[in-house]
Every structure is written in C-alpha cells, then in structure tokens.
C-alpha cells in the first residue's frame, strides 16, 4: 500500500498497522528517495511477508480497496492503459481484470501489453505511444477502443 495523496482520503491509518517491517523499510525507503527507487524492490518481499496478518480487515484498507476500483463507476473519458508483459506488481492478468470492467462500465479503452517490460521499464518503454496517443485526442482525433463493442437485440 503507498500512501499517496490519492490513498490518503481513504486511508488515515499508519503504514505500520498494515506493512511487516521488511515491506516498511522499501516503503520508507520510496518516501524518502521517490517511488522509482523503491517499486522494484517489493518484488523481492513475497506477498505473505509483506502484509501483516488481518491487513484486509483494517477499515481504512477495505474503504480503499472497495472505491479504488477501475471500472467500478463511469469514467468520462477514454484511456490508454499500459501494462508490461514481465510487469510482477500489475501483472497482465490484473491488467486484463481492469481492462474487462472498464469495458464492461461502458469506457472507450485503449490496451497494449509490452512484451518483456516490467513495472518501470513499461513507463519508458511505451512513452512514445502515451505521447502520440494523448496528441491524437488534443487533435481531435477519435479515441480508439478495444473494448467489444456492445450487442444490440
């Protein structure tokens, strides 16, 4: 969990409550030097040691986690949603979870998995195609979607 200014309307509880000490120190170590420096390395704290037990019933958590939720409510807008191939924090499976509501919620959605990125390298990797696809909607131009589009009866 990283408390951001996103996070921090939901969640007024301390890192501590939730984070096993191996998972605070990458944590503490994102608050001080940037996320960059610390998202990579969560990846070498597996899931079972990264949160403390009972972490899901903590009342800050399951109201994060029960309005964080894309596709969850109407989004107004396309989007372009990224995903590395050897992405290990939002893997492709994830990437597919998100993509399905949104489509399901009635978004115009833009997908594309890079092959082999993982987690950061995917910022980088696909910003080109990120800058040329918000220069076409500055342009005028239709949002493309690989969202089905809906069945009539």
Same mark, same amino acid.
């Given at each position: 969990m990283h408390w951001t200014a996103r996070t @921090? %309307?939901?969640l007024s509880g301390d890192p %501590?409550?939730?984070l096993t000490e191996d998972a605070l120190a990458i944590y503490n170590t994102g608050v001080e030097k940037g996320c960059s420096a610390a998202s990579g390395a969560f990846t070498s704290v597996p899931t079972a040691r990264m949160f403390k037990p009972g972490w899901k019933g903590n009342p800050y958590v399951k109201r994060l986690l029960e309005r964080d939720r &894309?596709? #969850?409510r109407p989004i107004y807008g396309p989007v372009f949603l990224v995903?590395?191939?050897s992405d290990v924090m939002f *893997?492709? /499976?994830a990437g597919t979870r998100v993509f399905q509501r949104l489509c399901a919620s009635g978004a115009m959605v833009r997908r594309s998995v890079y092959p082999g990125l993982g987690h950061d390298a995917v910022v980088y990797g696909s910003l080109k195609d990120q800058v040329a696809w918000i220069a076409s909607r500055f342009a005028g131009d &239709? #949002?493309?979607s690989d969202c @089905? #589009? &809906? *069945? *009539? /009866?």
């Open positions: @921090a %309307r939901y %501590r409550d939730i &894309p596709g #969850a995903g590395g191939g *893997t492709e /499976s &239709p #949002a493309p @089905a #589009a &809906p *069945t *009539t /009866s």
